[in-house]
């Protein structure tokens, strides 16, 4: 679904993500971990174009997003992106977050994508939160609500960069439960994260990045109890 | 001078309103010049704001001030998005002429652009001065709330266009629907003190001869060398102009500001 070539990325003399080569499977759930400063979160970034890659190519689903020619604005419709710090429109309720985009694309009435954001709050155990504004919910819950605005555009992918970074301790697990859910329905998943359970967990295939190139990948069960990379066990020492 | 000026006021008073009544009363005390304190301030009231409907050439500087106010505003907020636009397009060429506007119009007196405008641009057009003068005060109130506008986007969390362009949004999008709304209201308090230093500083157009409030005080004064009646008529009118306007403007900040504790 994505594949990932030679991706270089520099921020002025400063080389983030040097050569990454990547492919991921429709359905599958991809974990990145790695130390601050890995380039890890900038890798994420770099699949829906929010960083616009030094060199290299990505493709989307047969697409090269890093072709200039291509409308990036629709690809992103399909690919939903959770931010660290939720992101959510202040202005808006939260079901004008969730259906600004779908409306504004004309891809469904407001009716339709009221209809769809009252579903997808209610599985997210939201339903009564649809006419709050932003700032008066919880950290958590306005993880949950970005999730859903995400998902209200029935993204074919989703990423997530360090969503749960941003929390309270007592409220990274309610997030978690509905990433875990989205992820038994199938759905495509990248997660930058420190939550190595999660990575142990939901992952398919577990990345460790370290100086901007991915060190080690393997299923979890292998990479966690048998890392082969002296830093990727420097690193897992510290963090498990 | 003055005989003269009372000779005036006796003439035209002959019809004899109240008001004609009682200057009649204290005029030939005014003449010997020995009128008490408050027989003086009747005198000034008289002959700068009663006498021949005077007090209709400060409404009509009134409504010119307001009218140039007005439209001077409108013409500068639409400039100035477009200037704010201009300086955060990334666009190298529009970035330039957008900042050399900004500085050029804020390192130079509204006197002299003023002036320029009138005797330069328009010198040989036959114009209504009114446009003249919005024309002035817009390019020069555009100037300042580009600024305003500018900081104002600014001061919006990049993870706002970020989280926006991630729903497929263009950028244009992003920054109507959600990037505008937030920087309007953290802009709105600087942009409603612009409006009213523009009210006040229409007054500049007194300079080429537009009767607004000031010169319509101003020439009062040149009718009836009165040194301070006149200016303070002005004033009390600007100031009921301007307070107005605060307490409006205070009303709308503080109804935005509810929705922010909804």
Not at chain 1, 98 to 107: F, G, N, Q
Not at chain 2, 102 to 112: D, W, Y
Request: positive net charge; hydrophobic residues 45%; contains cysteine.
């Amino acid at each position: 679904m994505i594949t990932v070539k030679d991706l270089h990325k520099h921020f002025g003399k400063l080389e983030v993500l040097n050569g990454i080569n990547q492919h991921i499977r429709a359905g599958e759930k991809v974990v990145i971990i790695g130390p601050s400063g890995s380039g890890k979160s900038t890798f994420l970034r770099c699949l829906n174009l929010l960083e616009k890659p030094t060199s290299g190519q990505i493709f989307f689903e047969g697409t090269e997003i890093t072709d200039p020619k291509t409308d990036i604005d629709a690809l992103r419709c399909r690919m939903g992106m959770v931010f660290q710090q939720f992101n959510l429109f202040p202005h808006l309720t939260v079901m004008e977050n969730i259906t600004l985009a779908p409306v504004t694309h004309k891809m469904m009435t407001r009716d339709e994508a009221q209809k769809k954001a009252k579903a997808l709050l209610s599985r997210v155990g939201l339903p009564e939160k649809a006419d709050a504004y932003p700032k008066q919910l919880s950290g958590g819950q306005q993880q949950r609500i970005a999730i859903v605005r995400a998902l209200a555009m029935n993204p074919d992918v989703m990423l997530f960069d360090e969503p749960t970074s941003a929390l309270d301790p007592e409220m990274v697990g309610e997030v978690l439960d509905v990433m875990r859910k989205l992820a038994e329905d199938g759905m495509t998943m990248v997660v930058v994260t420190h939550e190595m359970g999660f990575a142990r967990e939901v992952g398919d295939r577990v990345l460790f990045m370290d100086g901007g190139v991915v060190l080690e990948e393997g299923t979890p069960g292998a990479l966690f109890a048998h890392p082969a990379n002296a830093r990727t066990q420097d690193f897992l020492r510290k963090v498990l | 001078m003055l005989a003269t000026l009372l000779m005036g006021a006796t003439q035209a008073a002959a019809g004899g309103t109240v008001f004609d009544q009682w200057w009649l009363a204290i005029k030939d005390k005014a003449l010997a010049g020995n009128l008490d304190f408050w027989e003086n301030i009747y005198k000034e009231i008289y002959q700068n704001i009663l006498f021949n409907n005077r007090w209709l050439n400060y409404l009509k500087g009134m409504g010119i001030t307001l009218e140039v106010s007005f439209f001077a505003a409108l013409f500068g907020l639409f400039l100035g998005m477009l200037l704010a636009m201009m300086r955060l397009s990334g666009i190298r060429p529009l970035q330039k002429i957008a900042g050399v506007y900004v500085g050029i119009i804020r390192g130079t007196p509204m006197l002299l652009q003023v002036l320029i405008i009138n005797f330069g641009l328009f010198g040989s057009i036959a114009i209504d001065r009114v446009v003249i003068g919005v024309i002035a005060c817009g390019i020069n109130s555009a100037a300042y709330v580009s600024e305003i506008i500018r900081s104002g986007i600014l001061s919006v969390d990049l993870g706002q266009t970020e989280a926006g362009r991630s729903l497929g949004l263009s950028s244009w999008q992003t920054l109507r629907l959600i990037v505008f709304p937030q920087a309007l209201k953290t802009a709105l308090p600087s942009l409603c003190n612009e409006f009213i230093t523009l009210i006040k500083e229409t007054s500049i157009l007194a300079y080429i001869a537009l009767t607004e409030l000031t010169k319509a005080g101003d020439y009062i004064r040149s009718k009836t060398y009165s040194a301070f009646t006149p200016y303070i008529v002005s004033g009390i009118l600007y100031l009921i102009v301007t307070g107005v306007l605060t307490k409006l403007l205070s009303k709308l900040e503080r109804r935005l500001r509810q929705g922010d504790n909804r």
